[in-house]
């Protein structure tokens, strides 16, 4: 069975996802372009996270996930998305290097054994310089603000050569500033082909930095312009009479 549409870069078709008994996510069906910078907006809660999940693998699921036209049981690895959680204690205690983070975005391209070549440094270096961190390399994560972090994620998303980048809530805790020159990397990246899906419950950002949101509750509850996604009859089914108090919990 194909759902294939021409130039599509990830398709779903009826994806879903059940921890236990509780079901987080049914009957999601969509299809990204690549270059798309896409908003994905849902209040805490309503399945942004899981969904990522199941679009990198990371949960099991039902349906169909296509990347670059590969089935999902059918991806010989799972590299060709790069998801970037939010920032966590994790990132703040693992004593890994820019460089490292980078570099290990290469891993795909050799087996286990071998050294990294010239060329993993090459495009390392690349990548650094595209997210503005050359120089960067010996610093550990936990040094980084929390925009450098995620240039820094970026970064080893460009190395790896990811189609799909996923942000989730990458932003949280992000300065104005640094949001703007996050949002202006993204758009210069997504000019050459990488796609972005970004989750947030910032209405705000929704409204004004993309060509096109998907709201998500548990379903699709719309898919379009910031317009059509944001207008009230959505927002109700997406946000519920709960949204107000739900909207600054992090
Ligand atoms: P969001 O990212 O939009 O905040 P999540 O995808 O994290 O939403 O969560 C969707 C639903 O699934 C929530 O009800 C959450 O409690 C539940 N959930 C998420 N992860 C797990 C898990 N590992 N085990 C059980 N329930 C989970």
């Not at 099991?60 to 690895?77: I, L, M």
């Not at 060709?80 to 490292?100: C, H, K, M, N, W």
């Not at 993993?120 to 270096?125: N, P, S, T």
Request: net charge negative; aromatic share 6%.
């Amino acid at each position: 069975m194909s759902h294939s549409h021409d130039g599509a870069v990830l398709e779903l078709h009826d994806v879903g996802v059940r921890y236990g008994d509780r079901e987080a996510l049914r009957n999601v069906t969509f299809s990204v372009r690549a270059g798309e910078l896409i908003g994905v907006i849902g209040p805490n809660g309503a399945g942004k996270s899981t969904l990522f999940k199941a679009i990198c693998g990371l949960v099991n699921h039902s349906g169909e996930v296509d990347v670059n036209g590969v089935h999902c049981h059918d991806r010989v690895d799972r590299m060709d998305v790069a998801y970037i959680p939010q920032r966590s204690e994790a990132d703040l205690l693992f004593p890994i290097t820019v460089g490292e983070l980078v570099m290990a975005g290469r891993r795909r391209f050799r087996s286990w054994h071998q050294r990294t070549t010239a060329a993993d440094r090459a495009a390392a270096i690349e990548a650094l310089a595209a997210v503005n961190l050359s120089g960067y390399e010996a610093r550990s994560l936990s040094e980084l603000s929390g925009g450098q972090l995620q240039r820094a994620y970026i970064a080893r998303a460009l190395t790896q050569e990811a189609s799909v980048v996923l942000l989730d809530e990458a932003l949280s805790g992000v300065d104005q500033p640094t949001t703007i020159e996050l949002f202006d990397l993204f758009a210069t990246l997504s000019k050459s082909g990488t796609t972005f899906l970004f989750a947030t419950h910032d209405l705000a950002l929704a409204r004004h930095r993309f060509d096109r949101l998907i709201a998500v509750n548990g379903t699709i509850q719309g898919d379009g312009s910031p317009e059509q996604v944001l207008a009230p009859a959505v927002l109700d089914s997406t946000f519920g009479s709960g949204a107000s108090s739900s909207q600054g919990g992090g």
